[in-house]
């Protein structure tokens, strides 16, 4: 059994940053592809960035790719992200979630996923 403890959010100004993490316990913390969604109310949950399995390749959704950074340190079992330049609508949810079935590439599906944290709020004020 894998799980997901987030951490780190909390209420900023636009402009400002924050750093998410997550601690993975569970099995070899390179054999998933490890991710984080957000979901904001009435929203779907969407993608935001990942490192695929192994860690050696990292993806992101558009509307934050430049601003936010995925990083991770395998010894502490950790994944951050670090989020810059905040914009109101970064508002959500923020969830860690693990993929043991997507071996290849990085999985942008929530679907893919196969364990998930209880998300830790994020919220961006103009």
């Known amino acids: 059994q894998v799980q997901l403890v987030e951490s780190g959010g909390g209420s900023v100004q636009a402009g400002g940053s924050l750093t998410l993490s997550c601690i993975v316990s569970?099995?070899?913390?390179?054999?998933?592809?490890l991710a984080w969604f957000r979901q904001a109310p009435g929203k779907e949950r969407e993608f935001v960035a990942a490192?695929?399995?192994?860690?050696?390749?990292?993806g992101y959704a558009d509307s934050v790719k430049d601003r936010f950074t995925v990083s991770r340190e395998d010894a502490k079992r950790t994944v951050y992200l670090q989020m810059n330049r905040l914009k109101p609508e970064d508002t959500a949810l923020y969830y860690c979630?693990?993929?043991?079935?997507?071996?290849?590439?990085?999985?942008?599906?929530?679907?893919?996923?196969?364990?998930w944290g209880q998300g830790t709020q994020v919220t961006v004020s103009s």
């Open positions: 569970g099995r070899t913390f390179n054999t998933y592809a």
């Open positions: 979630a693990a993929s043991r079935t997507v071996v290849s590439g990085i999985p942008r599906a929530a679907s893919d996923h196969d364990y």
């Open positions: 490192f695929n399995r192994g860690g050696y390749s990292t």
